[in-house]
């Protein structure tokens, strides 16, 4: 099967298509409904800014999701994200066409995604509609473990599969992309983490969701969620677009980047998140 016929199979010809212009002083879009996400703050650790949030009450969050995905799994929502459900017609179209490229570059029917930190399996559920049907897919979901057990129990099938260990699938199956889709700036040390994804040596690598700006250092605030979503406020980073960048460059080189539907708002300076497509050096 030739390249262009397989990423046509994969995916419709919109998916080439996003240039959409965003409303850059609005924090976040959700299926039409515009939601301001805050944050304040310029903390000189992860542990000062936990200190300085309310925290949040991790098992209804999780119960709001999975009640949420289980609407989206019977058919009766689109898709969902950060435990509120849309019937818009939106879809991620810049990751559908880097998982695309990739499926094509195997020149195989076929694509391995771990997906650190993806919730219930909110991306599957998200873009598993716009892979044709005889495209053989494998999803692996690395969570918390409250996570990995209702997933298992509500939504694990022979594609979409839950773990408790990046390491648990790695010693199963070397899988084609890393997506870190909305994670890593919510994590406590995100350069290390990137560290290890490094030594995974896994082909592809999708950052997605995050919040790179435009200056030299990493920034410490505290993200206020707005009781719309679920009420919560915990640690989140804005983290410097050329030392992420350049952190990766040694094992990693950039394929595109695209415009995500996302941007955040900090100290009256707009932040847009943008998907970053990688290649390893090795592959």
Same mark, same amino acid.
Request: contains cysteine; charged residues 25%; hydrophobic residues 40%.
């Given at each position: 099967? $030739?390249?262009?016929?397989?990423?046509? +199979?994969?995916?419709?010809?919109? %998916?080439? &298509? #996003? /240039?959409?212009?965003?409303?850059?002083?609005?924090?976040?879009?959700?299926?039409?409904?515009?939601?301001?996400?805050?944050?304040?703050?310029?903390?000189?650790?992860?542990?000062?800014?936990?200190?300085?949030?309310?925290?949040?009450?991790?098992?209804?969050?999780?119960?709001?999701?999975?009640?949420?995905?289980?609407?989206?799994?019977?058919?009766?929502?689109?898709?969902?994200?950060?435990?509120?459900?849309?019937?818009?017609?939106?879809?991620?179209?810049?990751?559908?066409?880097?998982? $695309?490229?990739?499926?094509?570059?195997? +020149?195989?029917?076929?694509?391995? %995604?771990? &997906? #650190? /930190?993806?919730?219930?399996?909110?991306?599957?559920?998200?873009?598993?509609?716009?892979?044709?049907?005889?495209?053989?897919?494998?999803?692996?979901?690395?969570?918390?473990?409250?996570?990995?057990?209702?997933?298992?129990?509500?939504?694990?099938?022979?594609?979409?599969?839950?773990?408790?260990?990046?390491?648990?699938?790695?010693?199963?199956?070397?899988?084609?992309?890393?997506?870190?889709?909305?994670?890593?700036?919510?994590?406590?040390?995100?350069?290390?983490?990137?560290?290890?994804?490094?030594?995974?040596?896994?082909?592809?690598?999708?950052?997605?969701?995050?919040?790179?700006?435009?200056?030299?250092?990493?920034?410490?605030?505290?993200?206020?969620?707005?009781?719309?979503?679920?009420?919560?406020?915990?640690?989140?980073?804005?983290?410097?677009?050329?030392?992420?960048?350049?952190?990766?460059?040694?094992?990693?080189?950039?394929?595109?980047?695209?415009?995500?539907?996302?941007?955040?708002?900090?100290?009256?300076?707009?932040?847009?998140?943008?998907?970053?497509?990688?290649?390893?050096?090795?592959?």
């Amino acid at each position: 099967m $030739s390249y262009a016929n397989l990423v046509r +199979r994969l995916t419709p010809p919109l %998916v080439w &298509d #996003f /240039g959409k212009r965003r409303l850059p002083h609005v924090v976040r879009a959700l299926g039409g409904h515009y939601t301001h996400i805050r944050f304040s703050g310029d903390y000189r650790s992860f542990a000062e800014a936990r200190q300085a949030s309310a925290g949040y009450d991790a098992p209804a969050i999780l119960e709001k999701t999975r009640e949420a995905l289980l609407k989206v799994k019977r058919g009766q929502s689109r898709w969902e994200r950060d435990a509120m459900v849309s019937d818009s017609e939106d879809r991620p179209w810049a990751l559908l066409a880097c998982l $695309s490229r990739i499926a094509a570059a195997k +020149r195989t029917a076929s694509i391995h %995604v771990l &997906d #650190f /930190g993806g919730s219930l399996g909110s991306a599957y559920f998200w873009c598993r509609p716009f892979f044709a049907p005889e495209i053989s897919v494998r999803w692996d979901v690395v969570e918390q473990p409250e996570h990995v057990k209702a997933g298992r129990k509500d939504f694990e099938t022979e594609e979409l599969r839950f773990a408790f260990r990046v390491e648990d699938v790695l010693a199963q199956q070397r899988p084609d992309v890393l997506l870190l889709s909305g994670v890593l700036h919510y994590l406590e040390e995100p350069e290390a983490f990137l560290e290890t994804v490094k030594s995974w040596r896994i082909p592809y690598l999708l950052l997605d969701r995050t919040p790179l700006w435009n200056h030299a250092r990493h920034r410490i605030t505290v993200q206020q969620v707005p009781e719309e979503i679920y009420e919560a406020s915990y640690p989140a980073w804005f983290l410097s677009r050329e030392r992420i960048l350049s952190g990766l460059e040694t094992d990693y080189q950039i394929l595109c980047r695209a415009p995500d539907a996302e941007a955040w708002e900090i100290d009256g300076e707009v932040v847009q998140n943008t998907l970053y497509f990688f290649q390893h050096g090795g592959v």
